[in-house]
């Protein structure tokens, strides 16, 4: 399988899992490589009926040093995670449906405009507890350990690349914590009324007993809003260029 990556020497201290003068597609830098390797197909390797151009361009309509550049490979491995946890936990050797290949790619642009702009901002820097969470993250979206890494394994991708989704998941999460502080209390007559409302999976339950599953729901609801409403502003002052034949 072909992959790229983008590598520059930068001196952003929070890359603390590789090399301190390596960064990845949405770090300062000048030095672009492309990386081509090739895996045996008797190990398992998956390619992309995409191969491995650029699927998007982050900040910039060609790739340059403050932008980010999301790979098909990208694109690929996040779609068949989720389609690896469906598949309860087997690998999912067959072509990648266009629309989950669209949703993933919108996800990663999501992603990126949000990492893009907190470290524009200065948010902060993820630390080790906030990376390992988000190595669990994605670990999760392939339904365990085991399957992320027979994933890995199968696409040939390494922890370098691993590291990267990681990291800027990691910094998606600083900024969220920035700016959405106390904007995800749940009060009570909220829990209240969802529960009244029936509109809930808990039906037959008394309500002390799904209270917090309830305020969960509406938690989640609430950040989901929330990074939604700064995607659209976001996207409308960054320059976006989508590049892949199954983009939205």
Same mark, same amino acid.
């Given at each position: ?99 989950? /290949? !669209? &949703?993933? *790619?919108?996800?990663?642009?999501? %992603?990126?405009?949000? #990492? @893009? ?96 599953? /309830? !305020? &969960?729901? *509406?938690?989640?609801?609430?950040? %989901?809003?929330?990074? #939604? @409403? ?19």
């Amino acid at each position: 399988m072909a992959r790229a990556i983008v590598l520059a020497c930068a001196s952003f201290a929070w890359v603390s899992f590789v090399p301190a003068c390596m960064s990845f597609p949405w770090a300062s830098g000048a030095l672009f490589t492309s990386t081509a390797r090739a895996q045996d197909a008797s190990e398992g390797a998956l390619a992309s009926a995409y191969g491995d151009g650029v699927a998007a361009i982050v900040g910039a309509p060609v790739p340059r040093a403050d932008a980010i550049v999301l790979l098909h490979s990208d694109v690929d491995f996040r779609a068949r995670l989720r389609l690896t946890r469906e598949l309860g936990g087997q690998v999912p050797r067959g072509p990648v449906p266009p629309d989950l /290949l !669209r &949703a993933s *790619l919108d996800e990663l642009v999501g %992603e990126a405009l949000i #990492a @893009r702009e907190a470290r524009r901002v200065q948010v902060g820097i993820p630390g080790a507890a906030a990376l390992r969470e988000e190595r669990r993250a994605l670990e999760s979206l392939a339904g365990g350990v085991e399957a992320f890494s027979a994933l890995m394994v199968a696409l040939g991708a390494t922890e370098m690349e691993i590291a990267a989704m990681v990291e800027r998941r990691a910094m998606v999460r600083l900024f969220l914590d920035a700016n959405l502080r106390g904007g995800t209390q749940i009060e009570d007559a909220e829990v209240v009324a969802l529960y009244e409302s029936g509109e809930h999976p808990f039906l037959g339950q008394e309500l002390d007993e799904v209270r917090e599953p /309830l !305020r &969960a729901i *509406l938690r989640r609801r609430r950040i %989901e809003n929330a990074v #939604a @409403r700064w995607i659209e502003v976001l996207r409308g002052r960054t320059v976006v260029r989508m590049v892949a034949p199954y983009a939205s």
